[in-house]
């Protein structure tokens, strides 16, 4: 039976729509905002949730998640995948294309989608940019679009071949979709397995160097204003690809870009003990980085905060540091790793926060969301800003626990979210 | 003092490097020995695990244990369950369950011998060289021989020349010998050092002559032939040239300098044939034989023998 929830005296942040300030939110059994003002009425058949020092804001959209489906769903599945998305605050994921098989095809976007639509987030996907992620032929993208993806994306196998990147920048802008860019020069890379420097030097770890990242982003957004491509740049992670964006912006660019809250959270010095969990990619870098893409963060350079979502299962985890995949845990501690590290100390406002984890993510994805309108879907998302947690990876809703953070003090926690008007 | 394992030389002490040291030298006689045998490791069992190929490490190791009586079980990379794909966990989880004592492991990736140290949590494992991280037993080798050479380790100007970047015998080398007072010097091309190496507690040179002047110690860092395929040198000829140890290159080395190499020599490469068999300088045969000391040092400190050794 459906139901109308009235979220009573919370501070609803919604800077889409200007909005900031002490009010209520009516949901309608509609599944639709009914209403947003000050002391609203509730009917008899209405739920009254109490959220009193709580934020109400659009639904949170993480737009950067392996969701594991199809193929590897012992590490994760779209009900695993989502519920540790609303566990987490987020009504609203974009999956990743690096799946077995990839997301090359119409038919494994239209399963993705139909698993989802009764799952506790909204689920967009991204597309492969080529069969097989093979990097030599590219998909069948109108068709792709025509099923329902979001945008064309390459992340983990990022395409090394810049003739090849041209044609299908080329071919998504004529879709008018965007190109969701894991930025790397493999070359560069090579074997890596963490940050090239001084805690590499001292572990004996082959290292991922800075330029193979800003090597990949500063040819990525070139062929962006080559092309007039819509050009969306995965997990920044150094100090020199905040500044090359920055710069590019200037120029005009048609390009956004994300940051992992891991990234302003955590550096290299994580993997010290051999520990896998924080093997990520691209991996923990320095203070240097985390102070330039707080920066970036601040001044709009970055325009979004996704998690890099990569479940995996123990028995690959615990593994030599240099067998074990690459790929950390995202969902349920990013909130509070943002309020934690960024929100706190002064550096975001939770306006800025709403911004980068719900507007800005809404706005790439061309998806629906990232405000709080009367007579749309009800997608929101209620936080408490100031509550005081440990986290505990027993308690994920995830199927995996690669997670460095158990243990973890944060402040910041999602109290609850609606999909659609649905309480999740 | 007392550790569970010995995973690397940068967390030792000096004071527990010292002990190493010391009882490695009380050990010595027993190799030299006609009857090498002690029943200092009766009844207890040393399991080595090289999933990589060596010669004298293992050889090296196995000796040790047996000369104290301890019962050894050799497990390379073929005959170990490895090669039909069972992880480290599961293989340490089953040697353990035999009741083996003690673990030695050679592994071609860094921090396997962390890892495998989990899965023991009551067991000793010893590191015999993972990956390009550490290879502690030989950085106490090339101390004690130092130490027996000069008298000392304190202030003792020490060369490590080579591949630097691919060294384990370096690191635990450069750990080793900071930590007792030594002043480590590295000398290598760009291409072989690794990131941020000025960092560490050494001064960096790429110039073979200026890096020599003074030495007390020079420790020469085989090169591996195949790494010209990866543009890490142009060509044998040319590293020979630049960075190969001969005796005129010593020139501006201290008159008394000593050449280590934790071998195998590529002759005529890294290490001139003449210097290499010079007696007077190079103490590379010496080395082999501290090995088995420090080999028994360590395994008595680890496995906990209370027994007098004589």
Redesign the interface.
Known sequence: MKTSYLLKNGRVIDPANDQDGIADVLIGVDGLIAQIGPNLTAGSETTIVDCAGKVVCPGLIDMHVHLRVPGQEYKEDVASGTAAAANGGFTAISCQPNTSPPIDHASIVKDILAQAATASARVHVVGAVSKGLQNTELTEMADLKDAGIVGIGDDAYPVGNSAFLRRAMEYCSMLDLPYIAHCEDKDLTGDGVMN???V????????I?RSAENIGTARNILLAMTTGCRLHILHVSTKESVEIIRHAKKFGAPITAETCPQYVALTDEACY??NTNAKMSPPLRTKADQEAIVEGLKDGTIDAIATDHAPHAP?EK??????APFGMLGLETSLGLVITHLVKPGVLTLTQLVEKMSVAPAKILGVSGGRLTIGQPADVTVFDPDLEWTVDISVFKSKSRNSVLDGVSLTGKAITTFVGGRKI | MKRKDLLDLQSLTAEEITYLLDTADSFRGIVARSVKKVPTLRGKSVATLFFEASTRTRTSFEAAAKIMSADTYSLTGTTSSAVKGESLKDTMLTLDAMGIDAFVIRHPLSGAAHLAAKYVPNKPVINAGDGTHEHPTQGLLDLLTIRQVKGRLEGLNVVIVGDILHSRVARSNIWGLHTMGANVRLVAPPTLLPADAEQLPVEVFTSLEAGLQGADVVNILRIQLERQDSAFFPSVREYARLFGVSKAKLSGAAPDVTVLHPGPMNRGVEIASALADDSEIAVITEQVTNGVAVRMAVLFWLMGATSSVA
């Open positions: 090239e420097g001084y590499s030097t001292v572990l004996g770890l082959k290292g160097p003990d051999y028995h615990e593994q030599e540091f240099a067998r």
